[in-house]
T-cell receptor
């Protein structure tokens, strides 16, 4: 099993450009999450999904959109990137809401110039 | 919204010394999870605490959940260089599976 994978690993954007980050998991998990990690601020939840076709807002959803068309994939979109979105983005998944742990992907380092 | 505060932000210790990081909240925590993130890596689950006053051990790591479920701690006995990384606590919502993370404590160990 690959676990949770993320593409791309690195990306540099110019302000105003758009991009999509892809997260895939092969553990048949229902729940998937997108976090951003900034120095000194821990991980903050952007959006999450409790099942295929569902999405919900987290702590910091503004400027991002998500889609969960397939159970194994969770996409994070930036329609018009801003320098404030420079961060490391982590995707995670868990079996359900009572599961003990979330499994994290390796992360995507995004720089917006 | 709910906040989980973690202290200290950084800790430098000599190999063999002990280390403790503390997690505090002004509101009652649901369940506490602890994660470790190695430099350049991703968070990896360590443990979950559910019950008031719970204490769990993993080799040199001891995890505690406060009696009022408003604080938690992670204590490492006799640190090793392999303990280097950032340790995060997170409040786990059993309704949605959502995690609210503390800011993390970064541990450096001098050999």
């Amino acid at each position: 099993n690959a676990g949770v994978t993320q593409t791309p690993k690195f990306r540099v954007l110019k302000t105003g450009q758009s991009m999509t980050l892809l997260c895939a998991q092969d553990m048949n998990h229902e729940y998937m999450y997108w976090y951003r990690q900034d120095p000194g601020m821990g991980l903050r939840l952007i959006h999450y999904s409790v099942g295929e076709g569902t999405t919900a807002k987290g702590e910091v959803p503004d400027g991002y959109n998500v889609s969960r068309l397939k159970k194994q994939n969770f996409l994070l979109g930036l329609e018009s990137a801003a320098p404030s979105q420079t961060s490391v983005y982590f995707c995670a998944s868990s079996y359900d809401d009572t599961s003990n742990e979330q499994f994290f992907g390796p992360g995507t380092r995004l720089t917006v110039l | 919204g709910q906040q989980v505060m973690q202290i200290p932000q950084y800790q430098h210790v000599q190999e063999g010394e002990d280390f403790t990081t503390y997690c505090n909240s002004s509101t009652t925590l649901s369940n506490i999870q602890w994660y470790k993130q190695r430099p350049g890596g991703h968070p990896v689950f360590l443990i979950q605490l559910v019950k008031s006053g719970e204490v769990k051990k993993q080799k040199r790591l001891t995890f505690q959940f406060g009696e009022a479920k408003k604080n938690s701690s992670l204590h490492i006995t006799a640190t090793q260089t392999t303990d280097v990384g950032t340790y995060f606590c997170a409040d786990h919502s059993s309704n949605t599976g959502k995690l609210i993370f503390g800011q993390g404590t970064t541990l450096q160990v001098k050999p």
